[in-house]
């Protein structure tokens, strides 16, 4: 998936992403990063998504968390280190892209990347996704109905 192809938010959703994995010192850049700045983004969409879709926000970022904390931490004095996107990231952005132009959207959206969540399966935020109870035939319904609006 080309980087051109995110909306404005969803290139500053994955930037806040890349800043949560260096405050966390991790060096990969995983889904449950992304996952983590989507729930915890002050317009709320992405709990509210997960609301309307019949989940619970509070259990996926619990168990969100939970993963995020039993990832390994790498201390270093390098003030140029850098964070490398996982594999399971870029599976995620190009799941995104495919429900985007699936849907005839020219673009990818911060919805489309967290229902791309919900499809790409091995990934701990898949599993905290699921842990909360959220389906990606209720999150399409909650998206497309906000869409509506």
Do not use: F
């Amino acid at each position: 998936m080309a980087y051109e192809n995110l909306t404005d938010r969803s290139k500053g959703m994955l930037e806040n992403a890349q800043y949560k994995a260096l405050a966390l010192q991790h060096q990969q850049l995983l889904p449950e990063h992304l996952l983590a700045v989507l729930l915890d983004d002050r317009e709320g969409m992405a709990a509210s998504l997960i609301r309307a879709a019949g989940g619970e926000p509070r259990a996926v970022t619990d168990a969100n968390q939970a993963k995020l904390d039993k990832l390994p931490k790498v201390q270093t004095t390098d003030v140029n280190q850098q964070v490398i996107m996982s594999q399971e990231l870029a599976r995620v952005l190009a799941q995104a892209d495919d429900i985007a132009k699936k849907a005839g959207d020219s673009y990818v959206t911060v919805e489309r990347m967290l229902l791309a969540m919900t499809i790409t399966t091995g990934t701990g935020a898949h599993e905290a996704l699921s842990k909360g109870g959220v389906k990606a035939t209720g999150l399409n319904q909650a998206i497309n109905e906000l869409r509506k609006g």
